[in-house]
């Protein structure tokens, strides 16, 4: 058994993950910042919180940021 705890996933870490099992050039960067989001979140959300919305919020404009520079979606 792994140690491992397996994170929830977020609706665009889920788009994020997809992308980069497609062999995306750029798969394992997908990867590292849907991770990070999503471990983010977990403890955003967590009782008690365990992840400030500053890092939070980083997390996610590093993701988003990333997807949309990959597929030409507007940031905003």
Not at 2 to 8: F, I, Q, R, W, Y
Not at 37 to 66: E, N, V
């Amino acid at each position: 058994m792994s140690d491992e705890v397996e994170l929830a996933r977020t609706a665009l870490s889920e788009k994020m993950h997809a992308l980069a099992d497609s062999g995306h050039a750029r798969a394992a960067e997908l990867r590292e910042k849907a991770d990070a989001f999503d471990a983010a979140t977990q403890g955003f959300y967590a009782q008690p919180q365990t992840c400030t919305i500053q890092k939070f919020f980083g997390c996610f404009a590093r993701a988003r940021r990333l997807w949309c520079d990959i597929t030409g979606e507007s940031v905003v």
